[in-house]
């Protein structure tokens, strides 16, 4: 019987055939936590009596969701992880180089790996063909120390898309569609594999932006074919030999198929207070926006601020309306200003933060007031996600993000062109 992306990886991880619902105990290639998880990581850690780390160079700290530090308990959270890096020889990456889920997909995963991160949107190295997937603190602390963990093998939802998107339509609003479709539980515990001409054709930022928020509709994990896009990713980040080319069996056998016309979408919002709250951004034109904000792990990369940059290329942010802007790492902030981007953001009246989750998680660097309302191109919008219950948070597409900006109400962007 063929093979599902999720089985082929964790069959040739453990040397075995495997299938969906088996119980297995499998090696990890990396974990990781990030600045909010790592700190009750490291302390299971140290409580569990674990003295050494299965691999310290494939066991990572990222500084990143509090970054720079607002507060002194966080500032004290950081010196912790600091410390733990320095007496067990485990890789930190400090504040400045960006959001882990970025830095994972430029710097460390590879096709064919089993990677676990003490935070949800780990999936997002699923775009490269890796088993990413989010776990709790005290799991991601066992497998720090034993290098490896047990899962249940997930059955696997196949999304196939065909077609070409139309202009001003990204993968955002392919997956703001697809979790609107099957809702937030739709997936609980599954795999989603995308696959399809359009998905063949998308670049690798694309499909990172749907592995990162395939948990959103439940998923276990979100995965892609390792392919030539694939190739060309680890080409450009000088790790060429990682990789190796993975995609499902011909007769895989899947829990069930959607399909998906690319050329029938529209740019779509997510409403508050949940992700599965989906509408065309048509359908909300008017609503008042008070800020936007580009960045995060889902939609901070180069190609997002390309796309950005070229509708707000010569216009201004509107005057009642905050635009923040946050690289998701240092990589894409340098390449952001070599490009202009930087520059074309600046002069139409936004604001650059460090590379970093920023008002993301609602810790700082444009947390919201009472009744505002912000535009997002993160990947959640529940009541409080942005540091306060009492305001509202509408996720879109970059394209989407930057229109409203513009014209300071929630806009299609080919209304704005």
């Known amino acids: 019987m063929g093979k599902t992306l999720t089985e082929k990886i964790i069959s040739q991880k453990l040397g075995r055939d495997v299938c969906a619902g088996e119980i297995v105990v499998c090696p990890v290639d990396l974990a990781f936590a990030q600045d909010t998880t790592g700190p009750l990581t490291v302390r299971e850690f140290l409580g569990s009596g674990f003295k050494s780390l299965a691999d310290k160079r494939r066991t990572v700290l990222f500084l990143d969701h509090a970054a720079p530090s607002p507060n002194a308990q966080l500032s004290a959270d950081h010196m912790l992880l600091r410390s733990f890096a320095h007496d067990t020889g485990c890789v930190i990456s400090d504040i400045g180089a960006g959001v882990c889920h970025q830095i994972v997909a430029e710097n460390l995963a590879r096709p064919g790996d089993v990677i676990v991160g003490a935070d949800s949107h780990t999936v997002t190295a699923g775009a490269l063909c890796s088993f990413a997937t989010g776990m709790g603190s ?63 054709n ?20 979100g995965l892609f074919s390792s392919d030539q896009t694939t190739e060309k990713l680890l080409r450009e980040m000088g790790r060429p030999e990682q990789f ?11 829990e069930k198929t959607i399909e998906i016309d690319a050329s029938t979408l529209s740019p779509t919002v997510a409403r508050p207070h949940t992700v599965d709250n989906t509408v065309l951004a048509k359908d909300l034109s008017g ?18 601020f390309a796309l950005a940059a070229s509708i707000l290329r010569n216009k201004k942010v509107h005057p009642q309306t905050r635009l923040i802007v946050a690289p998701a790492s240092k990589r894409v902030l340098l390449q952001a200003m070599d490009a202009g981007y930087i520059r074309i953001f600046v002069e139409a009246g936004g604001t650059i933060i460090p590379p970093g989750c920023g008002a993301c998680l609602g810790l700082h660097q444009g947390i ?19 540091g306060n219950p009492n305001s509202f948070v509408y996720l879109a597409s970059p394209a989407t993000a930057v229109a409203t900006a513009i014209t300071g109400v929630v806009t299609d962007p080919r209304e704005v062109l």
Not at 155 to 178: G, Y
């Open 244 to 254: 190796r080319s993975i995609s499902p069996d011909k007769d895989a056998v899947y």
């Open 202 to 221: 998308m670049s690798i930022a694309g499909r990172l932006t749907i592995a990162n928020m395939a948990v959103e509709a439940g998923a276990k994990v």
């Open 138 to 200: 005290s799991d991601v602390a066992v497998a720090f120390a034993l290098g490896k963990t047990w899962f249940r093998v997930p059955e696997t939802i196949r999304i196939e898309v065909k077609n070409q998107f139309p202009h001003f339509v990204t993968a955002k609003d392919l997956i703001l569609h697809i979790i609107g479709l099957i809702g937030a539980d739709g997936a609980t515990y599954k795999a989603l594999e995308f696959g399809g001409k359009a998905i063949d």
């Open 287 to 304: 609503v008042r926006i008070h800020q936007v904000f580009l960045g995060t792990c889902t939609n901070g990369r180069l190609e997002d």
């Open 368 to 386: 919201l007031g009472d009744g505002e309302a912000c535009l997002s191109t993160a990947n959640r919008n529940f009541k409080g996600r942005m």
